[in-house]
């Protein structure tokens, strides 16, 4: 058998082993890292770095081994490489599909792995695909200030930017228009494309803009957040993890001299 790296979950968490430095990493070995019951669905995910990478699910956390280490997801993104981070999102968005998408939503039959990426009803042979839930996140600026929001939903004291599912039936700048309507009442103008980022908490894609302020006052959607308001770019808040579009966004902004 190859060298193999092994992306291995109990629910969002992911097992982290130390190597001979005491540095936190993935797996890499020829035989899985832990006991692989005959149930138990080992995914093939694509190579990384020209090494095989398999992913499979763990129904208990390992504990009382000193060189294992369960970490959540997001925390992982400090201590492992970029790369084996966005590979750890995959990894986990397969593995959340493959548990909610054990029966078909047709007729009710088994759903069998047909691809890596597919699965075929058994009975009525639908097939199906992975699905990405697609949101939109906006920096809105006006000269020398940014809106910026707190979610009601947020763990922390950190503020972050208008952001919001897209609807069926409209277009990237329609979502980011009617989002920030609905969130603080604003009109904007300029909208242009920053950038996007997977988002595996848990399937998500995060596309990132910029928009000018173009009138109306802030009017916030209490139901979604507890507040917000225009903030000087040398008197920010807490911002949001390194990790994040988000963050992204507002470090951009700040370093072209506020014009995206």
Known sequence: MK???????????????KDTNGQLCIPLSEESPTLVQPWQRIH?????????VKAYAIDSPITGNDDM?????????????ANHYLMAGKCQEILYWDQNTR??????GRMQMNTNISKRCESCGKEIWPQLATAVICLIYRGDEVMMVRARNFR??????VAGFVETG????EAVEREIAEEVGLRVKNIRYYGSQPWPYPSGLMVGFYAEYDGG????????????GWFRYDNL??????????RKLIDHWLESGRKP
């Open 103 to 108: 029966y078909c939503g047709i007729c009710g």
């Open 3 to 17: 060298e193999t790296y092994w992306f291995v979950f109990c629910k969002s968490d992911l097992l982290l082993i």
């Open 217 to 228: 006052s802030v009017h916030l959607q209490h139901s979604e957040l507890s507040s917000g």
């Open 156 to 161: 922390g004291d950190f503020y972050g930017l």
């Open 237 to 246: 808040p807490t911002l949001p993890e390194p990790l994040s579009i988000a």
């Open 44 to 52: 093939e995910m694509p190579p990384m770095e020209g090494i095989p």
């Open 69 to 81: 280490v369960m970490c959540g997801l997001r925390k992982s993104f400090y201590l492992i490489p």
């Open 170 to 173: 409209e277009t990237l700048e």
